[in-house]
DNA sequence: TTTCTTGGCGTAGAAAAACTATGGCTAGTA
DNA sequence: TACTAGCCATAGTTTTTCTACGCCAAGAAA
């Protein structure tokens, strides 16, 4: 007779973790991503879970993966035992008696759009320590410890939303190159500054205007829009402008619109909250200084 | 400004099983024992969870810990969560094709009670692999891995448990002894045995059956009942029989009741299985086996 | 008192786990 | 025929985690 000396060991936490995150992306990349680790560590980890399980819980295609059956009944489970986690872990971090704050953001609203609110907020708040991630994507509020994200997206309705503004597109350039960017080929002769995250722009914004252009994606790409923009503010070339990223520039007169025709892109500059029960008491403080 | 490079990261989350098992437990001995490891390593992850959150999460007083405050708040979110857990672990398991079927006992009752009944099940179930771990209390079964428990306990009624017998003593002896020990004085002559885990048995008998002794606690002690009963057999005294536990020891004639008074100790020998849902599927084949 | 027991702490070193880096594979795409 | 996106496997390193052990304080027992 086997008696086993131990108490049966639970799979490993870590393991699970990173199997509830690869299931909700169904994809190793973007749960690697979102645990910041490597998806090697990924695979790893849901090796050592189906190990133990004994039983595959997912499907490795050349081109992504798919939760297998098995998989596909556990996630539910898997989600919502994370999920409490998280709360658990929000409750925990909101306690603290040094308040952190952290914000969610895509790099160009960072860069652009934050820091001058940031300022004024900082210096109403000088107790909060604020950080802020730039990510090509808005994280999951419930899930990583964001006290706020701040996105392009539809807006959905929810109260836990606040829409800043509508994202609206129009050309614009220094102030040198106007005249010969607002010649009849203008946009042919000078060169137009394309964002790699936004490559769809020109073509939405051309479309929309009823223009056609026989090379619409030629021109520098930027990786970060920020760049773009410092470019054309160089006079490098004509960028497709989101307003509310640019307004001080415009302002300023750094940039001016190449013509007056925008175009709305139908996503909003939208902040989200986790949901009330779990913010830190400082966040209607911090977003009314935001949108205000 | 900064730019945080990294999502925050949440607490480590072995480090918030520990809190939760100490929290529940409020003792880290307890809490270590129940996960395997040193109550060094309790010490360790809570006091890195505390760094973590900034705040104390319990008190550490020389005769054990107490939560603080704050740690009260959390005990429920951690419970909680950790219980989603525990299930989708369970769920997991569950998958498992080869099964694996885990039982906690009483010690007493792995060696004396259990035996007999499993070579039966393992005969009726060959293709599963039966285990059974010792324990002094029982386990958390919406927590632990285990399939059922059988201890000695005061059955509440619920529909998780089936109560096997209740719990009866009385003094036994081997039949060498049974002359010198139902002589009046019997009990002062011939030495009582004790198992340290169950030390009010003596007392309690007595006390039922208006006996009156100086020196009911001398006698050998003995670490497992197990020991004890089979220096019983051996002829070295008196021990409180759990008639349960000795039946086939009775039947068979190598010991014998002293007289026949028995006293019910309050407690039932009790399988208790997790909720329903949570069962694996040859649950109640292996209990009705067992309770036949 | 003094001594023992219980339950905690802290630290050093050992053991185990987790992560990264790298190269390789496959299937769609250009 | 490349090229890209995703996943795998492995080796080696870094990090975490655990144990072992000595220490301390408070209550219980002698």
Redesign the pocket.
């Known amino acids: 007779m086997s008696v086993a000396p131990k108490r049966p060991k639970g799979p490993?936490?870590?393991?699970m973790r990173?199997f509830e995150a690869?299931a909700r992306h169904?994809?190793?990349?973007?749960a690697?991503e979102e645990?910041?680790?490597?998806?090697?560590?990924?695979?790893?980890?849901?090796?050592?879970l189906e190990g133990w399980a004994g039983t595959p819980l997912?499907r490795?295609?050349?081109?992504?993966?798919e939760l297998t059956r098995e998989g596909q009944l556990l996630i539910a489970d898997f989600n919502e035992a994370f999920d409490r986690l998280a709360d658990a872990a929000r409750a925990l971090r909101n306690l603290q008696p040094k308040a952190e704050f952290h914000i969610a953001a895509l790099p160009a609203v960072a860069q652009l759009w934050l820091p001058k609110r940031l300022r004024r907020i900082r210096a109403q708040l000088p107790n909060i320590n604020f950080s802020v991630t730039a990510l090509e994507t808005p994280p999951s509020l419930s899930r990583e410890l964001f006290d706020l994200s701040i996105f392009f997206a539809l807006p959905d309705g929810s109260p836990n939303q606040i829409v800043v503004c509508e994202d609206e597109i129009t050309p614009v350039c220094a102030p040198t190159v106007l005249l010969r960017a607002q010649r009849p080929n203008g946009f042919q002769d000078v060169p137009l500054l394309h964002d790699q995250t936004w490559k769809g722009d020109w073509p939405k914004w051309l479309q929309s205007n009823g223009f056609h252009m026989r090379d619409e994606n030629s021109g520098p790409q930027f990786s970060l829009y920020s760049l773009a923009v410092e470019e054309a503010k160089a006079g490098a070339g004509i960028l497709m402008g989101h307003l509310c990223l640019i307004e001080d520039d415009i302002a300023s007169g750094s940039l001016t619109a190449v013509n007056t025709q925008s175009c709305p892109t139908g996503l909003s500059l939208v902040i989200q909250l986790p949901r009330q029960s779990r913010r830190r008491p400082e966040t209607d403080r911090v977003v009314s200084l935001l949108s205000s």
């Open positions: 490993p936490l870590n393991a990173a690869a169904v994809s190793f990349v973007a690697a645990l910041n680790v490597t998806p090697g560590a990924i695979s790893q980890h849901v090796k050592a997912f490795r295609n050349a081109q992504g993966v």
